[in-house]
């Protein structure tokens, strides 16, 4: 079992930076509960990222003690008792900087990857 | 794992969303067609391991500290509960402490240090003057006296006060009523707000005029007569058949002349009459430049009024508190050394079995940083444990405070306290020995951990635990901490024998007279009644025979002031043909010749006076021995005549024959009976009859067949025929109660039974400390002896061994302890009057120590000499 949580945990360093942008980015679009937010993630990303659920529920307790979301029941459309979280004013400005962060970074990469891609182009 | 202090809440809540989350990937895989249970199935399988996701989800909630806190607490209780008998004597031992301390200490300060209710009461002083011979008495000054003292110009008011006696008469008895009457400005003088209503004004005293009939009730006095009735201010009262409406109620702690009533005084011009005198300085004025104004003062005020001074005086103020902290302030500063010294010992304790169980724990600890304990960690759960030790400890204490506090107020000898102190827990010193109890707990507590956070891990693991003998240094703390305990305790011991000593002499005392069943009726005679000698005689002459005809009594007596211990009225005499010293002084005690059967005191020589010889007041006088002794070597007493210049009548109070002042015919010479107290020496003593002298007040003594206070209702009923208004006084005793009334019986009974209680605790402590001491060096040595049994040693040689490691550390702390009672004896004899150390005491202490040292030593000594050899060997 320790082992098990090791494998979970590692998991969370991993995707934490990128996994919150996600998260925040998919709240962006109104409030949504856990099992939304993964299927949301899922499908724009054309079926690619799979959020694990050892992921993202630590994730969302975590951005709610950040203040950067809150969380209410609700009920949802299928009739059903849900908690919904939805982006704090704090949390809105923390997905434009995690953006811009991200920005940099994938430009950075994409830099490093085709150096030459920019001159090639006209 | 499970947590409790998760909020069920915030855990259903989790639940209930991982559920939702299920539910919903579940109805999705249905709608896309797939079986239900499939999709069930389906759903969880990608869900994955539902606990671990609860438990890593929780992990983000931030409580992990708290977690390792009630880890720390439910090992501490294990651990605690697996030895209960150091959890519990630990705890006690550090419950004494601060419950003896703090209950002492609160009644220290509660009695000595802030006492009064009073504003600015330490400038709160009276006047006393003191003759040539070094008697003390106060200083009563009339009404224009009393108009020139408020201009001095060291005070800033002065108020004055005179007491009586009143009764009820709604009732069918007459109840004492305790009147203080005060002049109009004594409530601004005091300074107190009333509970209920308005105090007194100067609108009900005008200058000249008759008072006002109001009265401001005392609180004991509103809850007794009244039940407390809030609705009581307008309410009329009928005091010796005088109607007074009640304007107001006082809080409980003003409880100034332990007034019941408090009315105002009429301040007349006649000379004669004096009240006492109330003052407060004003602030910034020494006593010294104060006493030198009042002394010019007062000798201006000698010469108005000579016979209200004694001949040569000098003046001094004596603040509200300084009778009482001369009478019992050594006593209870004794006692706070006792219970500090108790404090002392009791953190000792604590402290031994804290390093004791250390030593014993070394290996514990070791195998737990082994095998990855933090250090950190460890002293986390040590300090938890010792903290629970602590805490649970002062927990105990304050309630152990709280009952003796009430204890030690029910002892209190009954006049020697102001009857305005508000005894209750201190909080600032409970703070502080709950304080000095945490200290130690966490800073012994603590100690394997720092010794074993530089541990040889290896060395500690490889050594067997029970085979390993106590480091040299661990040993040392012991014998030191073992020593300094048997001090202490030895210092305690022997001021408790000292104590118990001087309260038997004083318990064992000789009287010179027989209290069992005699009680003394106290008979307040009312204002502006019986003012002529024929009739106060009378009265006096017909209250004694009605007494003494009821069937009940056996004898009964009459004095006006002579109820012993302390008794009679000191004056000056002169003996006839003899030179007066310069303070030939005696105790002239008023009586009727029955007086001496009723108390037992046998006539020596002579005879004594007849009823028809009181009846004209014949001027004859008994002496007792030790002035017969004194004044009449030869034994030619009687037949010689004796006189006392300052006996004379004050009518309409004290109403005297003619020629009081004139020379008696010694008749006889009586046994010497105590009258100054029960720890100085008797006083020369003189008895004249009562109608000689008689002031507004009686006595009269019964000696009855059963308890004489079961006959008390009848003889007010007798009382009550021959006068319907006349009372008894409330507070009616036997005269054994009269002698624990004494403040030396008091501060004695208080000392020698607290003191006594206190050193068998303090020996208690010191036998536990010594006994796990040495059962914890048995425990660790069990393989030695083993061994040693096994090469031929035989059980005597082990309990040799054992004795031997202790007798040191024993002996260290007796001879300690001797030297320092030795050193203290001066302080010691000080305090306890009339008793003082003396060689079969120390003797007697030291016995008693090394006996219970013993005792502690034999017993785990004896568990290591009767142990098998090869069980001991095999044993981990």
Known sequence: ?122 | MRFPWWSRKQRQELDEELHTHLEMAARERMERGEEKNEAARAARREFGNLGLVKEVTREMWGWSWLADLYEDLRFGARVLRKSPGFAIVAILSLALGIGATTSVFSVVYGVLMNPYPYAHSDRMVHLVAHDTAGNRRFVNLNGSQLQQLQKASCIESAAAMDEWNLTTTEGDLPEDVQAVYLTSNSFVHFGVPTLLGRGLLPSDAPDGEDPESVAVLGYKFWQRHFQGDPDIVGKKIQLVHKTYSIVGVVPPRFTWGDGEVYLPLKVTAEPARTFFIMIRLKPGVTRAAANAEFQSLLEQFAQQTPTHFPEHFHVTLEGLNDQFVSDIGGTLFLLLAAVALLLLIGCGNVSILLLARATARQHELAVRSAIGAERSRLLRQLLTESLMLSITGAIVGVALANGLVKLIVNWLPEFSFPHEAAISINLPVLCFSVGLALLTGIAFGISPALQSARPDIAQVMQSNTRKMTVGVHGRRTHGFLIAGQIALTLLLLAGAAVAMQGFLRIVNMNLGYDPHNVMSVGIPVHDNTYTTWEARSAFFHQLLRKVSFMPEVVAAGLSTNATPPNNGWEQRFEISGKPAAEQQRARINFVSSGYFSVLRIPLQQGRLWDETETLRGAKLALINQTLAHQYFPNGDAIGGELRMPEMKGEPPFRLAVPGSDSWFQIIGVVSDALDDGLQKPIKAGVYVPYTISMPVFTQILVRTQVPPLTTLHSIREQIHTIDPDQQAERDVRDLDGWIRVQPEWGSGHLVATLFAGFAVLALALAATGLYSVISYAVAQRTAEFGIRMALGARGKDVLLIVFRSAAVNVAGGVLAGVVLTILLNRVLARWIQGSSLNIPILFGVVLLLVATAGLSCFVPARRASSVDPMTALRYE
């Open chain 1, 1 to 122: 079992m320790a082992e098990k949580r090791e494998r979970y945990q590692n998991r969370i360093e991993l995707l934490q930076g990128t996994l919150d942008l996600l998260i925040l980015q998919t709240l962006q679009w109104g409030a949504q509960h856990g099992y939304g937010i993964s299927v949301a993630i899922r499908n724009r990303s054309g079926e690619i990222l799979q959020v694990d659920t050892g992921s993202l529920y630590p994730a969302l307790h975590r951005l709610q003690k950040q203040k950067w979301i809150k969380s209410e029941w609700k009920i949802s459309e299928n009739n059903q008792r849900a908690k919904y979280y939805r982006l704090t004013a704090t949390g809105k400005r923390q997905l434009t900087r995690e953006r811009s962060k991200w920005a940099h970074l994938s430009d950075a990469i994409a830099g490093v990857l085709n150096p030459f891609e920019d001159e090639n182009e006209p």
